[in-house]
């Protein structure tokens, strides 16, 4: 099956600094999507984006298909911004292979 | 407003128990799934169905079941409920073959 792979494991940043979460897959993917989960538990979808670049404020994120991975832009970073970023892929199929996540610390 | 909703939301049971957590779903999507989240190995997939009267196993499958009998809910049944099942599970859903899948709030059940 599909393994996902992201890096790096941790990060810690002062608040206002910009960061970039990597996502490498080891095979054709028709799904990717990167999901926040904040310190309640909460999955929040950020970015459905199975190739090409999108961008919601602060936060931005590029997948390149043809080399197989995605990364996760976080811009001017906030407190808040602080949990766990997780990259979802899916291939053939409807269902979603998890990476292990970055955990992201923003300290004010 | 159209919604994906897990019950309960914490749930203590005893070895050996039989329990059922709830999934509900408001979008009339076709495709849901469960995932269980434990520390060290992120969210695994242990059940999905792509429509009424459809469902499959996923990467740790055993000691779960799952039943499709209508378009909005799919629920996770644990059989005999081990410590080993202790964790958080997720429920999604989504819609078609390439689409966004939705998360539930989560179900934090602990296995004593």
């Known amino acids: 099956g599909i393994q996902v792979e992201q890096s790096p494991p941790d990060l810690i940043l002062q608040e206002g600094a910009n960061s970039t979460l990597r996502c490498n897959f080891s095979d054709s993917v028709n799904n990717l999507q990167w999901f926040h989960q904040n310190p309640w538990g909460q999955l929040i979808n950020l970015f459905y984006i199975p190739s090409g670049t999108k961008q919601n404020g602060r936060l931005s994120a590029t997948t390149v298909a043809t080399e197989r991975y995605s990364l996760l832009y976080i811009s001017s970073s906030q407190t808040t911004d602080s949990g766990v970023y997780f990259c979802?892929?899916?291939?053939?199929?409807?269902?979603?292979?998890f990476g292990q996540g970055t955990r992201l610390t923003i300290n004010p | 407003d159209a919604e994906i909703t897990q019950s309960p939301r914490h749930k203590i049971t005893e070895t050996g128990r039989q329990v059922t957590l709830a999934c509900h779903q408001t979008?009339?999507?076709?495709?849901m799934f469960w995932y269980r989240q434990d520390l060290g190995h992120g969210l695994r997939l242990i059940h999905y169905?792509?429509?009424?009267?459809?469902?499959n196993k996923g990467e740790v499958s055993d000691g779960y079941s799952v039943s499709r009998s209508n378009t909005e809910d799919l629920p996770l049944t644990l059989e005999s409920a081990a410590s080993s099942q202790t964790s958080v599970y997720f429920c999604?859903?989504?819609?078609?073959?390439?689409?966004?899948?939705?998360f539930g709030q989560g179900t934090r059940l602990t296995v004593v």
């Open positions: 979008w009339n999507h076709n495709n």
């Open positions: 979802a892929v899916g291939g053939g199929a409807q269902k979603l292979v």
């Open positions: 169905s792509y429509g009424v009267q459809d469902t």
């Open positions: 999604a859903s989504s819609v078609g073959r390439r689409a966004e899948a939705f």
